[in-house]
T-cell receptor, first 113, second 112 residues
Framework: DQQVKQNSPSLSVQEGRISILNCDYT??????FLWYKKYPAEGPTFLIS?????DKNEDGRFTVFLNKSAKHLSLHIVPSQPGDSAVYFC????????????FGTGTRLTVIP | DAGVTQSPTHLIKTRGQHVTLRCSPI?????VSWYQQVLGQGPQFIFQ???????GRGNFPDRFSARQFPNYSSELNVNALLLGDSALYLC???????????FGPGTRLTVT
């Protein structure tokens, strides 16, 4: 049972424009959410996280928005750059107890120069 | 500073064999987690260890086992390999049980 879902397997965006990657979750016990970026032949790289007590977290060009009532989060990248082209994974966890992350299936972002 | 390191990078085994994968966490990190990533899917949690104790286990058969050593490095063992065990095995470390996890490059296991 997939508790974290990324329904868009791929996304293409023009350089300089905004990229919006979406993620939905089903488990209301999740209270900590992360985004990872993955290049081929490398492990996932941590990008940004958000706790359920917040609805927005910003770090440079990356902003994550959390809508708890809709069980939805999104990652905004502004402006998009060709180096952002990668697979992006959304992950969720329950901060109490074990820190196992539940991952979505990923969205492949292509930024076109 | 060195990141999470894993060995070997690639491995080819035949069905029924046993495999041991190794992971060294970032210096100062006391928790190690293992994930399996099958092609086209997101990583799936296998184990978490903190201070040499198992703190979490995912939905994997008993053929999968792990341990953590006093220097916080870790080994993942898989017995009686099946074709379906072919995957990228990722190790992640974190300072404590919670918080951000930092991943290594993974070990690509192919079972033939």
């Amino acid at each position: 049972d997939q508790q974290v879902k990324q329904n868009s397997p791929s996304l293409s965006v023009q350089e300089g424009r905004i990229s919006i990657l979406n993620c939905d979750y089903t488990n209301s016990m999740f209270d900590y959410f992360l985004w990872y970026k993955k290049y081929p032949a490398e492990g996932p790289t941590f990008l940004i996280s958000i706790s359920s007590i917040k609805d927005k977290n910003e770090d440079g060009r990356f902003t994550v928005f959390l809508n708890k009532s809709a069980k939805h989060l999104s990652l905004h990248i502004v402006p998009s750059q060709p180096g952002d082209s990668a697979v992006y994974f959304c992950a969720a966890s329950k901060r109490t107890g074990a820190n196992n992350l539940f991952f979505g299936t990923g969205t492949r972002l292509t930024v076109i120069p | 500073d060195a990141g999470v390191t894993q060995s070997p990078t690639h491995l080819i085994k035949t069905r029924g064999q046993h495999v041991t994968l190794r992971c060294s966490p970032i210096s100062g990190h006391k928790s190690v987690s293992w994930y399996q990533q099958v092609l086209g899917q997101g990583p799936q949690f296998i184990f978490q260890y903190y201070e040499k104790e198992e703190r979490g286990r995912g939905n994997f058969p008993d053929r999968f086992s792990a341990r953590q050593f006093p220097n916080y490095s870790s080994e993942l063992n898989v017995n009686a390999l099946l074709l379906g065990d072919s995957a990228l095995y990722l190790c992640a470390s974190s300072v404590g049980v919670g918080g951000e996890q930092y991943f290594g490059p993974g070990t690509r296991l192919t079972v033939t």
